[in-house]
């Protein structure tokens, strides 16, 4: 039901970016050109991962992961997005945890998520939490005046 | 004194960059990459911005900010590197200001030094607090067991 993602799934992916409810217009726009640097470079370097879940042939949900330049083992966990139609399903649990299983299968140690502090991402940061992270740092206004920065870290 | 960096300046960097003693050969390898794409985008967009602190035709320190993708007016001060043999002249300190400065000509608020926690790096944290960077947090083992990172922060 997980795996890697190809070509065929980049509209879908777009789709489902633009539908989440959650991503700004610079992240909306910011995938498609991560998706098509991880088609043309892979998982090498310091490349975005990109993995999908699938019922059938309809993409319900999708991960980005990447190492983190200059450490030993650490991988950003960029982002989980799920299609608002195939919420309460699991999907997004089901890729935080294939998330991690590939940043083991690659010698990672840590994973990180940078989410936001305000109201809007409330559901995010529980999602988090419920999946293991810990909210390790924050930084103050840090999107913007209101708006904090708030590191999350699981070690697996 | 301080001046954006031009192509004539690569050699020099480079050279400080590798005699400094506190860089890893990663980060030494990838100072002439950032520098190729500072001059051919310049200060645009997510680019690097290199600014040199000269004595004559020499080059005793420089230092590399850049906007931070998804924020408002936030820069990271990537680094601040200084010829061992131009130390205690305060090379480092008015390269920090010139950033300060150029960041909050860019509109920018807030920049942000990340570094390590171990003994190693002591006296660069000790530079950051004495030129008023606080560290508002901290991520144990980011960088390989036992070296820790450490997020400095000053809002200009």
Redo the contacts between chains.
Sequence with gaps: MISTASLSDKAQITDITARAGVF?Q??IDSVPVMFDEYLEYGTEGDGYNFLVYREGEQVLGYAIFGYRD?????YDLYWIAVDPNARRKGVGRALVTACEEAVRDLGG??L?AETSGTAEYASTREFYVRTGYVN??????????GDDLK?F?K?V
């Design positions: 700004s610079e992240e200059l450490t030993e083992g650490v140690r840590m990180i390790e740092a924050t930084i103050k206004d840090f999107y913007k005046p590191i870290v070690r």
